[in-house]
Protein backbone atom coordinates (compact mmCIF):
# COMPACT_ATOMS: atom_id res chain seq x y z
CA UNK A 1 0.00 0.00 0.00
CA UNK A 2 1.44 3.56 -0.90
CA UNK A 3 1.35 6.33 2.00
CA UNK A 4 -1.35 8.94 1.61
CA UNK A 5 -0.07 12.17 -0.24
CA UNK A 6 0.39 14.40 2.68
CA UNK A 7 1.95 18.25 2.06
CA UNK A 8 3.15 20.47 4.80
CA UNK A 9 3.41 24.27 3.95
CA UNK A 10 4.43 26.37 6.50
CA UNK A 11 5.38 29.92 6.74
CA UNK A 12 4.79 33.42 8.26
CA UNK A 13 1.62 35.68 7.74
CA UNK A 14 0.91 36.76 4.38
CA UNK A 15 3.79 34.82 2.71
CA UNK A 16 1.60 33.68 0.19
CA UNK A 17 1.25 30.57 1.90
CA UNK A 18 -2.50 29.81 1.70
CA UNK A 19 -3.15 30.64 -1.72
CA UNK A 20 -0.17 28.43 -2.93
CA UNK A 21 -1.98 25.73 0.11
CA UNK A 22 -5.59 25.53 -1.91
CA UNK A 23 -3.93 25.86 -4.97
CA UNK A 24 -1.36 22.77 -4.42
CA UNK A 25 -4.30 21.25 -3.08
CA UNK A 26 -6.34 21.41 -6.29
CA UNK A 27 -3.69 20.31 -8.07
CA UNK A 28 -3.60 17.08 -6.68
CA UNK A 29 -6.97 16.42 -5.28
CA UNK A 30 -6.36 17.10 -1.95
CA UNK A 31 -8.25 18.31 0.65
CA UNK A 32 -6.67 21.72 2.45
CA UNK A 33 -6.61 23.00 6.43
CA UNK A 34 -5.61 26.21 6.86
CA UNK A 35 -4.37 25.30 10.59
CA UNK A 36 -4.15 29.30 11.65
CA UNK A 37 -7.83 29.11 11.29
CA UNK A 38 -7.54 26.55 14.29
CA UNK A 39 -5.91 29.25 16.32
CA UNK A 40 -7.99 31.81 15.14
CA UNK A 41 -11.19 30.23 16.53
CA UNK A 42 -9.74 29.55 19.77
CA UNK A 43 -9.03 33.31 19.63
CA UNK A 44 -12.31 34.68 18.57
CA UNK A 45 -14.12 32.50 21.65
CA UNK A 46 -11.35 33.94 24.06
CA UNK A 47 -12.25 37.40 23.00
CA UNK A 48 -16.16 36.60 22.92
CA UNK A 49 -15.74 35.09 26.59
CA UNK A 50 -14.00 37.58 28.11
CA UNK A 51 -11.03 35.09 29.15
CA UNK A 52 -7.70 36.15 29.57
CA UNK A 53 -5.49 34.88 26.75
CA UNK A 54 -2.54 34.61 28.74
CA UNK A 55 -4.21 32.20 31.22
CA UNK A 56 -2.74 28.84 29.38
CA UNK A 57 -5.09 26.87 31.18
CA UNK A 58 -8.63 28.63 30.61
CA UNK A 59 -7.52 28.84 26.84
CA UNK A 60 -6.52 25.19 26.72
CA UNK A 61 -9.79 24.54 27.95
CA UNK A 62 -11.19 26.57 25.28
CA UNK A 63 -9.19 24.86 22.63
CA UNK A 64 -10.03 21.30 24.26
CA UNK A 65 -13.78 21.59 23.49
CA UNK A 66 -14.22 23.40 20.58
CA UNK A 67 -15.87 22.17 17.72
CA UNK A 68 -15.62 22.73 13.79
CA UNK A 69 -18.38 24.98 13.14
CA UNK A 70 -16.57 27.61 14.75
CA UNK A 71 -14.15 27.38 11.50
CA UNK A 72 -16.71 29.33 9.57
CA UNK A 73 -17.13 32.37 11.72
CA UNK A 74 -17.39 35.35 9.55
CA UNK A 75 -14.85 37.24 11.92
CA UNK A 76 -11.36 34.88 12.14
CA UNK A 77 -9.79 37.20 9.85
CA UNK A 78 -10.35 40.56 11.29
CA UNK A 79 -7.12 42.29 11.75
CA UNK A 80 -7.36 42.22 15.92
CA UNK A 81 -8.08 38.23 16.08
CA UNK A 82 -4.17 37.66 14.36
CA UNK A 83 -2.61 38.88 17.13
CA UNK A 84 -4.88 37.25 19.91
CA UNK A 85 -4.50 33.90 17.99
CA UNK A 86 -0.52 34.27 18.15
CA UNK A 87 -0.57 34.79 21.93
CA UNK A 88 -2.81 31.65 22.51
CA UNK A 89 -0.62 29.24 20.03
CA UNK A 90 1.84 30.07 22.40
CA UNK A 91 0.40 27.76 25.11
CA UNK A 92 1.26 24.36 25.19
CA UNK A 93 -2.27 22.60 26.55
CA UNK A 94 -3.59 24.70 23.38
CA UNK A 95 -1.33 22.76 20.94
CA UNK A 96 -1.86 19.85 22.81
CA UNK A 97 -5.89 19.92 21.92
CA UNK A 98 -5.08 20.69 18.18
CA UNK A 99 -2.27 18.34 17.58
CA UNK A 100 -4.76 15.34 17.09
CA UNK A 101 -7.31 16.86 14.99
CA UNK A 102 -4.76 18.14 12.06
CA UNK A 103 -3.35 14.90 12.38
CA UNK A 104 -6.85 13.30 11.87
CA UNK A 105 -7.66 15.68 9.12
CA UNK A 106 -4.52 14.51 7.46
CA UNK A 107 -5.32 10.96 7.24
CA UNK A 108 -5.95 9.36 4.01
CA UNK A 109 -4.10 12.55 2.31
CA UNK A 110 -4.06 16.86 2.53
CA UNK A 111 -2.42 20.19 1.95
CA UNK A 112 -1.96 21.78 5.70
CA UNK A 113 -0.27 24.94 6.02
CA UNK A 114 0.55 26.49 9.20
CA UNK A 115 4.26 27.22 11.24
CA UNK A 116 4.95 23.58 12.70
CA UNK A 117 3.32 21.16 9.77
CA UNK A 118 6.77 20.08 8.66
CA UNK A 119 8.68 20.38 12.15
CA UNK A 120 5.38 18.35 14.57
CA UNK A 121 1.87 17.80 13.11
CA UNK A 122 3.46 16.25 10.25
CA UNK A 123 7.54 15.65 10.21
CA UNK A 124 6.56 12.51 7.81
CA UNK A 125 5.03 14.52 5.30
CA UNK A 126 5.46 13.69 1.62
CA UNK A 127 6.85 17.09 0.78
CA UNK A 128 7.77 20.60 2.96
CA UNK A 129 7.74 23.82 1.69
CA UNK A 130 8.60 26.59 3.77
CA UNK A 131 7.40 29.86 2.63
CA UNK A 132 8.48 33.44 2.80
CA UNK A 133 9.26 37.10 1.86
CA UNK A 134 10.48 40.22 3.38
CA UNK A 135 8.42 41.59 6.37
CA UNK A 136 7.46 44.97 4.35
CA UNK A 137 6.40 42.70 1.50
CA UNK A 138 4.26 40.67 3.66
CA UNK A 139 2.91 43.84 5.31
CA UNK A 140 2.00 45.90 2.31
CA UNK A 141 0.26 42.65 0.61
CA UNK A 142 -1.70 42.36 4.25
CA UNK A 143 -2.59 45.94 4.12
CA UNK A 144 -3.74 46.31 0.85
CA UNK A 145 -6.24 43.47 1.88
CA UNK A 146 -7.64 44.66 5.44
CA UNK A 147 -7.80 48.54 4.07
CA UNK A 148 -10.73 47.39 1.81
CA UNK A 149 -12.98 46.95 4.94
CA UNK A 150 -10.73 48.78 8.38
CA UNK A 151 -9.39 51.81 8.48
CA UNK A 152 -5.82 51.17 9.23
CA UNK A 153 -2.29 52.46 8.62
CA UNK A 154 0.13 50.19 6.85
CA UNK A 155 2.59 51.01 9.80
CA UNK A 156 0.68 49.28 12.07
CA UNK A 157 0.19 46.13 9.77
CA UNK A 158 3.85 46.33 9.64
CA UNK A 159 4.36 46.38 13.52
CA UNK A 160 1.46 43.42 13.97
CA UNK A 161 3.44 41.70 11.55
CA UNK A 162 6.89 42.11 12.95
CA UNK A 163 5.66 41.32 16.58
CA UNK A 164 3.48 38.13 15.55
CA UNK A 165 6.60 36.86 13.72
CA UNK A 166 9.29 37.53 17.25
CA UNK A 167 6.23 35.66 18.80
CA UNK A 168 5.61 32.99 16.35
CA UNK A 169 9.11 32.08 16.13
CA UNK A 170 10.54 32.53 19.55
CA UNK A 171 8.04 30.49 21.90
CA UNK A 172 9.49 27.72 22.98
CA UNK A 173 6.65 24.75 22.21
CA UNK A 174 6.37 24.30 18.28
CA UNK A 175 7.81 27.41 17.26
CA UNK A 176 7.54 28.94 13.52
CA UNK A 177 11.09 27.11 11.82
CA UNK A 178 11.66 25.35 8.81
CA UNK A 179 11.69 22.15 8.75
CA UNK A 180 15.21 20.90 7.67
CA UNK A 181 13.94 18.76 4.75
CA UNK A 182 11.40 21.71 3.46
CA UNK A 183 12.15 23.21 0.40
CA UNK A 184 12.47 27.74 1.15
CA UNK A 185 10.27 29.54 -1.07
CA UNK A 186 10.79 33.05 -1.06
CA UNK A 187 8.11 34.48 -2.90
CA UNK A 188 8.95 38.75 -2.11
CA UNK A 189 9.48 39.13 -5.51
CA UNK A 190 7.44 36.73 -7.33
CA UNK A 191 3.71 37.37 -8.82
CA UNK A 192 0.79 34.92 -6.65
CA UNK A 193 1.15 32.89 -10.30
CA UNK A 194 4.72 32.36 -10.29
CA UNK A 195 4.98 31.29 -6.67
CA UNK A 196 2.14 28.57 -6.88
CA UNK A 197 4.23 27.42 -10.25
CA UNK A 198 7.15 27.34 -8.39
CA UNK A 199 5.63 25.29 -5.39
CA UNK A 200 4.64 22.79 -7.59
CA UNK A 201 8.08 22.17 -9.23
CA UNK A 202 9.52 21.76 -5.83
CA UNK A 203 7.13 19.32 -4.56
CA UNK A 204 6.65 17.56 -7.93
CA UNK A 205 10.88 17.11 -7.61
CA UNK A 206 10.80 15.82 -3.97
CA UNK A 207 7.60 13.85 -4.96
CA UNK A 208 10.37 12.24 -7.69
O1 LIG B 1 -1.68 31.67 9.58
P1 LIG B 1 -2.43 32.68 10.42
O2 LIG B 1 -1.87 34.06 10.34
O3 LIG B 1 -3.90 32.63 10.19
O4 LIG B 1 -2.21 32.17 11.95
C1 LIG B 1 -2.67 32.90 13.07
C2 LIG B 1 -1.77 32.60 14.25
O5 LIG B 1 -1.94 31.23 14.64
C3 LIG B 1 -0.28 32.77 14.00
O6 LIG B 1 0.19 34.06 14.37
C4 LIG B 1 0.37 31.71 14.84
C5 LIG B 1 -0.69 30.68 15.05
N1 LIG B 1 -0.45 29.42 14.33
C6 LIG B 1 0.41 28.52 14.91
O7 LIG B 1 0.98 28.80 15.95
N2 LIG B 1 0.61 27.30 14.33
C7 LIG B 1 0.01 26.98 13.19
N3 LIG B 1 0.21 25.76 12.66
C8 LIG B 1 -0.85 27.92 12.54
C9 LIG B 1 -1.04 29.15 13.14
Known amino acids: ?11 P ?14 HYGLRHLDTGLLYRGVAALVRERGVDAQDAEAVGAIAAGMNEAVLARSDLRDGGIGNI ?12 ALLQWQRDFAQGGAVLDGRDIGTVVLPDASAKLFVTADADVR ?13 ISYRRVLDDIEERDRRD ?20 EMTIEDAVTEALRLIESRLG
Open 13 to 26: AASGKGTISRRVAA
Open 139 to 151: AARRWRELSKTED
Open 169 to 188: SGRSTAPMSHAADADLLDTS
Open 85 to 96: ASVVASHPPVRA
Open 1 to 11: MTAPLTIAIDG
